[in-house]
């Protein structure tokens, strides 16, 4: 079993930044591919950028390239997301996930087995 925990989100005035952290129990943390998605009001759960068990491979959606980093640090089993140039339409809640079943990076919610609780981002316009 993995335990995530999210941290970081909050109320930021667009062109802003926030880092979110994941923190995450269990030895295996430095195997599993790891996600981060957002879910808006009234919308389904979206993939935002994912990461290699590694960190040497990382993926974004489209709208985010450019802005958004993903990155891990294994010996600490965290995950981050740096968020920049955020945009009124980034407002979400963002989820971290994590994969044992994967061997490389994947957007599918499906394909991820544990998730955190979620924290809440608000970018103002």
């Known amino acids: 079993q993995v335990q995530l925990v999210e941290s970081g989100g909050g109320l930021v005035q667009a062109g802003g930044s926030l880092r979110l952290s994941c923190a995450a129990s269990g030895r295996t943390f430095r195997t599993y591919v790891m996600g981060w998605f957002c879910q808006a009001p009234g919308k389904e759960r979206e993939f935002v950028a994912g990461?290699?068990?590694?960190?040497?491979?990382?993926y974004y959606r489209d709208s985010v390239k450019g802005r958004f980093t993903i990155s891990r640090d294994n010996a600490k089993n965290m995950v981050y997301l740096q968020m920049n140039s955020l945009k009124a339409e980034d407002t979400a809640v963002y989820y971290c996930?994590?994969?044992?079943?994967?061997?490389?990076?994947?957007?599918?919610?499906?394909?991820?087995?544990?998730w955190g609780q979620g924290t809440q981002v608000t970018v103002s316009s």
């Open positions: 996930a994590a994969s044992r079943s994967v061997l490389k990076v994947v957007s599918s919610t499906g394909s991820y087995d544990y």
């Open positions: 990461i290699s068990w590694s960190g040497g491979t990382t």
